[in-house]
């Protein structure tokens, strides 16, 4: 235990679904992802009126998709002589990652008798950023208030993303040259730093260095797929060796 | 106005649409298992594996912007970002703060 969570003991003072819907909101507000968010955004308002859409569009983009990637992937793809179909099929491999990020989610969050139509909301908050505070904070507080902590994460996160596109979109001409790339850089450091922040385990800790030497070979080799193969070919290696680690360490406890 | 409002419904059906269903298959997916399952553990390894895939795509095949800068100048200051990382009481703040001036430095020295 390197790395213990920094606020859980303000999750052991909630009490109602308000007050975890508040600490969502503390949580998120206080959490690296703030900042990269409205970074992120920032460059995506700026992107969206370099390529002429409107304000509104740019919003609704960060409203409905919620998925940075995803998100430029989009307005680059909607040129003159695009395929559209090619262009949605470009948008669904980027975001690829959301199908385990919320399959680990959901065991954690739900109650019984939670039904599915009550999990779309919380879920369509469900980014590695809202995913990385969820999965840090949610196992330490009361089963009942993780729903409303992640909708309190999520709504601010969300918002702080509308909000800061409107504030790229209409600064753009103010922007220095580098601010696009150093925009477009801050998601792979934040996903990068986060995800090693939470990385206890050797599990952890050996899907993420798999992850990032199997993703290179096979983007660059233009494996097709190349997302989603890297995260099922090192998840598995990675659960592989947790199963010989976990099995050595026990034979060393038993005599 | 048509132009206006083609430009939502390609939002809707080519950037919403396809971002979304993977969020309600994970739902379906995810529904019927324990917190405490194998699967689960499996499941936790494939999404850390597919987020780091994430962030090797964006440094070695960035979209847009991102592209003018060096490819050496970009996996120089993700190595940078992730020792600052690891050095400085291993905040994602700190590690996320040092990697971008490193990426903007290296940018402003070696071309941009």
Redesign the interface.
């Known amino acids: 235990m390197?790395?213990p969570p920094q606020s859980s003991p303000g999750s052991a003072t909630i009490g109602t679904d308000t007050d975890a819907f508040l600490f969502g909101v503390r949580t998120a507000s206080r959490s690296?992802f703030a900042?990269?968010i409205v970074f992120t955004y920032i460059g995506f308002g700026a992107?969206c009126h370099d390529y002429g859409?409107?304000v509104g569009?740019a919003m609704?983009?960060t409203a409905?998709?919620?998925?940075g990637?995803?998100?430029?992937?989009?307005v680059?793809g909607?040129g003159p002589g695009t395929v559209?179909i090619e262009?949605?099929?470009a948008?669904?491999l980027?975001?690829?990652?959301?199908?385990?990020?919320?399959?680990?989610?959901?065991?954690?969050v739900?109650r019984e008798g939670t039904r599915?139509l009550q999990?779309?909301l919380p879920?369509?908050f469900?980014a590695?950023s809202v995913?990385v505070e969820a999965v840090r904070h949610a196992p330490h507080m009361p089963r009942e208030h993780r729903i409303p902590f992640c909708n309190g994460l999520g709504t601010t996160l969300l918002t702080l993303g509308v909000v800061a596109t409107a504030v790229g979109y209409y600064m753009q001409s103010l922007l220095p040259?580098?601010f696009?790339?150093?925009?477009?850089?801050?998601?792979?450091?934040?996903?990068?730093?986060?995800?090693?922040?939470n990385?206890r385990l050797l599990?952890?800790k050996?899907?993420?260095?798999?992850?990032?030497l199997?993703?290179?070979a096979?983007?660059?080799n233009q494996v097709q797929f190349?997302?989603?193969w890297?995260?099922?070919?090192?998840?598995?290696l990675?659960?592989g060796i947790?199963r010989v680690h976990r099995a050595r360490s026990a034979a060393r406890v038993q005599p | 106005m048509t132009v206006e409002l083609h430009s939502y419904l390609i939002l809707i059906l080519v950037g919403f649409l396809p971002s979304e269903v993977w969020r309600w298959l994970g739902i379906a997916l995810g529904r019927g298992l324990d917190e405490q399952s194998e699967i689960i553990l499996w499941v936790r390894a494939v999404a850390t594996a597919l987020i780091a895939a994430v962030v090797a795509r964006i440094v070695f095949i960035p979209p847009g912007a991102l592209a003018g800068v060096p490819l050496s100048v970009r996996v120089v200051a993700l190595a940078v970002g992730f020792f600052a990382f690891l050095f400085i009481r291993r905040s994602a703040f700190a590690g996320v703060v040092v990697g971008e001036a490193a990426l903007v430095f290296g940018a402003m020295m070696f071309g941009g």
């Open positions: 390197a790395n690296v900042f990269v992107l859409l409107s569009w609704l983009s409905l998709q919620w998925a990637p995803a998100q430029v992937v989009l680059t909607l559209l262009t949605a099929v948008v669904a980027s975001s690829v990652r959301f199908v385990p990020i919320v399959v680990a989610l959901i065991p954690l739900k599915p999990l779309v879920v369509h469900m590695v995913w040259a580098l696009g790339a150093a925009a477009m850089f801050i998601t792979p450091i934040s996903f990068l730093t986060s995800t090693a922040r990385a599990l952890d050996a899907a993420l260095a798999l992850g990032l199997i993703g290179p096979l983007a660059l190349d997302l989603l890297t995260g099922v070919i090192g998840g598995t990675a659960y947790h």
